[in-house]
């Protein structure tokens, strides 16, 4: 079993920034990439950003491309989400999840922290 735990939300202006921080127990020899999902009200949960555990290849969703980087550092086993350029879309529950090697899926989440963009 994997324990993820976000931490790092709160209320920014447009064009602040925010770091999101994702702490990894449990498991995590069987961890194949660490991502970032985001749920706005009303709508439907959406990828944000993804990294591979072992080689850290990051890929994003094309509404992020340039304004957010994902890192993870394998020794504190813990994974990050640098957001700038915020956006008021960019509002919404902010979630860390692991890709399991043997099931290729995306089977343990955190409990989510909440990021808000408002002027």
């Known amino acids: 079993q994997v324990q993820l735990v976000e931490s790092g939300g709160g209320l920014v202006q447009p064009g602040g920034s925010l770091r999101l921080s994702c702490a990894v127990s449990g498991s995590i020899f069987s961890i194949n990439d660490m991502g970032w999902f985001r749920q706005a009200p009303g709508r439907e949960r959406e990828f944000v950003a993804a990294?591979?555990?072992?080689?850290?290849?990051?890929y994003y969703a094309d509404s992020v491309k340039g304004r957010f980087t994902i890192s993870r550092d394998n020794a504190k086993n813990s994974v990050h989400l640098q957001m700038n350029s915020l956006k008021p879309e960019d509002t919404a529950v902010y979630y860390c999840?692991?890709?399991?090697?043997?099931?290729?899926?995306?089977?343990?989440w955190g409990q989510g922290t909440q990021v808000s963009v408002s002027s």
């Open positions: 990294i591979t555990w072992s080689a850290g290849s990051p």
């Open positions: 999840a692991a890709r399991d090697r043997r099931t290729n899926q995306y089977g343990y």
